[in-house]
T-cell receptor, first 114, second 115 residues
């Protein structure tokens, strides 16, 4: 099993550009989520999904869109990148039916917006 | 609202010293889960432990031990005989009982272990 796979690992954008951070998991996990990590801030939840077709906002959703058309994939879209979105992004998943089971994290995407 | 406080921003120790990382949490839930994750310099997040609010037994795993005290809302993490490989950022996190595995993280404590 590959676990949780995030692509790309690094990305540089110009202000106003759009892009999609990809996240895929092969563990048949129902729950998937996106976090951003900023220096001195820990990890903060952006969006999450409890299953295909269901998404919800986390603590810092502004500027980001998500969709969940399949169980395996949970892409994060930046429609118009801003310097404030410079961060490290982590995708995570966990099993269905086991409340608060541990999260499996991807290796992260380091995004710089100039 | 849930909150996790890791007051220690950075800790420096010399190898073989014992070190305790503090975690204090706030929640209105009576049932909740607490976690510790490790982030080594390579950047990935490594799960260390999950503890539910009804289980106040301390846990030991090798050189790692955790002290959960509901009375003080603390879930502290101790590394005995620290090693250079323990150098990392450590995050404490909290999840409500009925949540969908979404976590509220503390800001992390950077541990530097020098030889």
């Amino acid at each position: 099993n590959a676990g949780v796979t995030q692509t790309p690992k690094f990305q540089v954008l110009k202000t106003g550009q759009s892009m999609t951070l990809q996240c895929a998991q092969d563990m048949n996990h129902e729950y998937m989520s996106w976090y951003r990590q900023d220096p001195g801030m820990g990890l903060r939840l952006i969006h999450y999904s409890v299953g295909a077709g269901i998404t919800d906002q986390g603590e810092v959703p502004n500027g980001y869109n998500v969709s969940r058309s399949t169980t395996e994939d949970f892409p994060l879209r930046l429609l118009s990148a801003a310097p404030s979105q410079t961060s490290v992004y982590f995708c995570a998943s966990s099993v269905r039916g086991q409340t608060n089971e541990k999260l499996f994290f991807g290796s992260g995407t380091q995004l710089s917006v100039l | 609202a849930q909150k996790v406080t890791q007051a220690q921003t950075e800790i420096s120790v010399v190898e073989k010293e014992d070190v305790t990382l503090d975690c204090v949490y706030e929640t209105r839930d009576t049932t909740y889960y607490l976690f510790w994750y490790k982030q080594p310099p390579s950047g990935e997040l490594v799960f260390l432990i999950r503890r539910n609010s009804f289980d106040e037994q301390n846990e030991i795993s090798g050189r790692y031990s955790w002290n959960f005290q509901k009375s003080t809302s603390s879930f502290n993490f101790t590394i005995t005989a620290s090693q250079v490989v323990d150098s990392a950022v450590y995050f404490c996190a909290l999840s409500e009982a009925e949540g969908y595995s979404t976590l509220t993280f503390g800001k992390g404590t950077m541990l530097l272990v020098s030889p």
